[in-house]
């Protein structure tokens, strides 16, 4: 299957600062990309919609300001918590469709924030 | 009604039987359904995807649709330890213009040795 590469895997931070993840499709190219937040053994939240070259696509209930999204690329989408807090803490993923219509997830990012 | 459901489990089944994962969805219209199965701190990957009413078959695993009920299965044979974890159902509405993914909250599966 496609390969969606994530980094960093695990990231921790003090209260207050901003947290940057990467998100790249190595081997096709994704307009879209989507942002996940999971809290342990809850299902996975859809935060925002990626859209290369334009504006992202937030769900109701998540703060524009605090997650920004940027996808300059047809390859890379970047999740930035900005000044994280405890209760940001948690499992974030990204996911890209691939030419046929199949997500790929990337390894996930571990976030916890002291 | 949520749009697709799971049942939350845990389905527990001893090594070497059959496991049934169910997946009920509530759009009629949809025509794209996915299994992702995720081990515990880990990120979902994707085991099958299936589009037309009937049986897909994967090496130990099938995927199974009925359009008309409205639910999407996966039957994992000869099912081994490793194979627990949660399986989550994903279903691509016809209203997502941009293909936007809607999962069921996952079953999870325990195989027991």
């Known amino acids: 299957g496609a390969v969606v590469s994530q980094h960093p895997s695990w990231v921790i931070c003090k209260s207050g600062t901003s947290v940057k993840i990467e998100c790249r499709s190595l081997?096709?190219?994704?307009?879209?990309m989507f942002w996940y937040r999971q809290f342990p053994k809850q299902s996975l939240m859809l935060m925002a919609t990626s859209n290369e070259g334009s504006k992202a696509t937030y769900e109701q209930g998540v703060e524009k300001d605090k997650f920004l999204i940027n996808h300059a690329s047809l390859t890379l989408s970047t999740l930035t918590v900005t000044s994280a807090h405890p209760e940001d803490s948690s499992f974030y993923i990204c996911?890209?469709?691939?030419?046929?219509?199949?997500?790929?997830f990337g390894s996930g990012t571990q976030l916890s924030v002291l | 009604q949520k749009e697709v459901e799971q049942n939350s489990g845990p389905l527990s089944v001893p090594e070497g039987a059959i496991a049934s994962l169910n997946c009920t969805y509530s759009d009629r219209g949809s025509q794209s359904f996915f299994w992702y199965r995720q081990y515990s701190g880990k990120s979902p990957e994707l085991i099958m995807s299936?589009?037309?009413?009937g049986d897909k078959e994967d090496g130990r695993f099938t995927a199974q649709l009925n359009k008309a009920s409205q639910y999407v299965s996966l039957l994992i044979r000869d099912s081994q330890p490793s194979d627990s974890a949660t399986y989550l159902c994903?279903?691509?509405?016809?209203?997502?213009?941009?293909?936007?993914?809607?999962f069921g909250t996952g079953t999870r599966l325990k195989v027991l040795a």
């Open positions: 299936i589009y037309s009413n």
């Open positions: 081997d096709f190219q994704a307009t879209t």
């Open positions: 996911s890209a469709r691939d030419p046929g219509k199949k997500l790929f």
């Open positions: 994903a279903v691509i509405p016809p209203t997502s213009g941009t293909y936007k993914y809607i």
